[in-house]
């Protein structure tokens, strides 16, 4: 089993930069890829980046790709997401998952573990 823990969200206005993080413990060897995803009311949980372990290939959400960066600290077992440049369509409660799946998955079923949420608000 591995537990998360997303931090890093809030409130801001449209054109700034946020970094949210996600740390992870228990079976940290079977992760074979870590995700975020975000999630409004009434709407799917919608793909926006994913990271491999350990080899660090990056998969973005065409709505996100050149805005955020995803990234990992294998030392620290935290993954983060670097988002810059957000605007209003961004807003949502952003989830990180993992996975021991063998093949990356852009869809939240793909998972098997998943943090309780941040909740990101860009206003303007």
């Known amino acids: 089993q591995v537990q998360l823990v997303e931090s890093g969200g809030g409130l801001v206005q449209a054109g700034a930069s946020l970094r949210l993080s996600c740390r992870t413990s228990?079976?940290?060897?079977?992760?074979?890829?870590t995700g975020w995803f975000r999630q409004t009311p009434g709407k799917e949980r919608e793909f926006v980046a994913a990271?491999?372990?350990?080899?660090?290939?990056?998969y973005y959400a065409d709505s996100v790709r050149g805005r955020f960066t995803i990234s990992r600290d294998g030392a620290e077992n935290t993954m983060y997401l670097d988002m810059n440049s957000l605007k209003s369509d961004d807003t949502g409660v952003y989830y990180c998952g993992a996975s021991i799946r063998n093949t990356v998955a852009t869809i939240a079923r793909g998972y098997d573990s998943w943090g309780q949420g941040t909740q990101v608000t860009v206003s303007g």
């Open positions: 990271i491999t372990w350990p080899a660090d290939s990056t």
């Open positions: 228990g079976r940290i060897s079977s992760i074979y890829h």
